[in-house]
């Protein structure tokens, strides 16, 4: 298969979280890092793959935070302990977005809407959205990228889509070699 992009260091890296950065609990929450667990391989590919790019930055839905069933303190820990791992393999998230609100309430952060991109942008001027990637498990996630002109790559699951990826795979950690 061809290369996804011709990524240089001028490209960002978008990455929803459940699903892609570590194993999606269906129906249920993560609601302690003692039960996060990496995607297969990424750990050990992610300074590889995140080292290509200028930024990387997280988007990710959690409504478990709206639900009561975490505060939003304890997913900021939750987040940091994720980074602390992933500097721990030599690889670097410039910054996590998370939107806390229920699906369909205000102020509509969750993805497919694009305002985490756009503090993310904010944040760090030079992001591109026609040079991005969004890597995401959901239908949300690809509409998400393709609203912003990103490319966008699908991770295989049990969630069913309708939207077509420019790329599927079956792991992050695969990405590599189309990029």
Not at 29 to 46: P, Q, T, V, W
Not at 135 to 159: H, P, Y
Request: with cysteine.
């Amino acid at each position: 298969m061809d290369k996804l992009a011709r990524v240089d260091v001028s490209w960002t890296l978008f990455l929803d979280r459940d699903g892609v950065i570590n194993e999606r609990i269906f129906g249920g929450y993560i609601l302690d890092y003692k039960d996060f667990r990496f995607s297969e391989g990424l750990l050990e590919n992610a300074h590889s793959i995140f080292s290509r790019f200028c930024r990387v930055i997280v988007v990710t839905n959690q409504q478990c935070v709206a639900k009561g069933l975490l505060s939003k303190e304890e997913l900021d820990r939750l987040h940091d302990e994720m980074n602390f791992d992933f500097q721990k393999a030599g690889a670097k998230v410039d910054r996590v977005y998370a939107a806390l609100e229920r699906k369909g309430e205000p102020p509509f952060m969750r993805k497919p809407h694009t305002r985490m991109a756009e503090l993310a942008q904010n944040d760090f001027p030079e992001i591109d959205f026609s040079k991005s990637i969004m890597v995401g498990d959901t239908d949300g996630d690809l509409q998400f990228g393709k609203n912003l002109g990103m490319k966008t790559v699908l991770i295989r699951s049990a969630e069913k889509t309708t939207i077509e990826a420019d790329l599927m795979l079956n792991r992050l950690s695969d990405l590599i070699d189309f990029i």
